[in-house]
Nanobody, 122 residues
Framework: QVQLVESGGGLVQAGGSLRLSCAAS????????MGWFRQAPGKESEFVAS????????NYAESAKRRFTISRDNAKKTVYLQMNSLKPEDTAVYYC???????????????WGQGTEVTVSS
């Protein structure tokens, strides 16, 4: 099973930026699609962004478009989520996830990270 470890969360003021990282243990990382999800207090988990094995095919939730950027470094087996212009409604625990396929599909995942907490103050 692929192990995923997120980092980079924290407390930031509205309008600020954070960069989340997710390091994978799997040697075949470069073959897999990766995704970011988040879960706000009292709410269901929601999709944030996904990226294909090559980094070419990228999808964002409407709430993330024009503010968040997903990227990956296959040599480092790491996926990133750059979050700019953060809003209080972005407050959530952010999870990275992997699908053992080339392109992300749906909301299931083969493995999930433990999550990193992001708090945006107003």
């Amino acid at each position: 099973q692929v192990q995923l470890v997120e980092s980079g969360g924290g407390l930031v003021q509205a309008g600020g930026s954070l960069r989340l990282s997710c390091a994978a243990s799997e040697l075949a990382f470069s073959s897999y699609a990766m995704g970011w999800f988040r879960q706000a207090p009292g709410k269901e988990s929601e999709f944030v962004a996904s990226i294909s094995w090559s980094g070419i095919t990228i999808n964002y939730a409407e709430s993330a478009k024009r503010r968040f950027t997903i990227s990956r470094d296959n040599a480092k087996k790491t996926v990133y989520l750059q979050m700019n212009s953060l809003k209080p409604e972005d407050t959530a625990v952010y999870y990275c996830a992997v699908q053992r396929r080339s392109y992300w599909s749906g909301s299931y995942a083969d493995s999930w990270g433990q999550g990193t907490e992001v708090t945006v103050s107003s």
